[in-house]
Nanobody, 115 residues
Framework: VQLQASGGGLVQAGGSLRLSCAAS????????VGWYRQAPGNQRELVAQ???????TYADSVKARFIVSRINAQATVYLFMNSLKPEDTAVYYC??????????WGQGTQVTVSS
């Protein structure tokens, strides 16, 4: 499976962006998809994840602002980011985890939030 992340860009504080993670290959619908981010000098952190059954987890820092959803038929996961803050600035990556198989990462998309 290969993942393609897109949708990043420059936005003012308070604005919104929608990130997309599109998968090619088989097995997407069986996996857990996570959105991670990494700011300069920081470790990569989990922002949100959604299981194959639709169970969702969010980092405390993005709860009530970000929404993750998946459309298995399109092999795509979205991250809707609202009320963006400068501290949300980072490179965002999507990841597909399936037990017993190598984890797959997308190439990352830059999100920059200006104050």
């Amino acid at each position: 499976v290969q993942l393609q992340a897109s949708g990043g860009g420059l936005v003012q504080a308070g604005g919104s962006l929608r990130l997309s993670c599109a998968a090619s290959g088989s097995g997407f619908s069986n996996g857990v998809v996570g959105w991670y981010r990494q700011a300069p000098g920081n470790q990569r952190e989990l922002v949100a994840q959604i299981t194959s059954g639709g169970s969702i987890t969010y980092a405390d820092s993005v709860k009530a602002r970000f929404i993750v959803s998946r459309i298995n038929a399109q092999a795509t996961v979205y991250l809707f980011m609202n009320s963006l803050k400068p501290e949300d600035t980072a490179v965002y990556y999507c990841n597909l985890y399936r037990p017993g198989l190598p984890s797959a990462w997308g190439q990352g998309t830059q999100v920059t939030v200006s104050s």
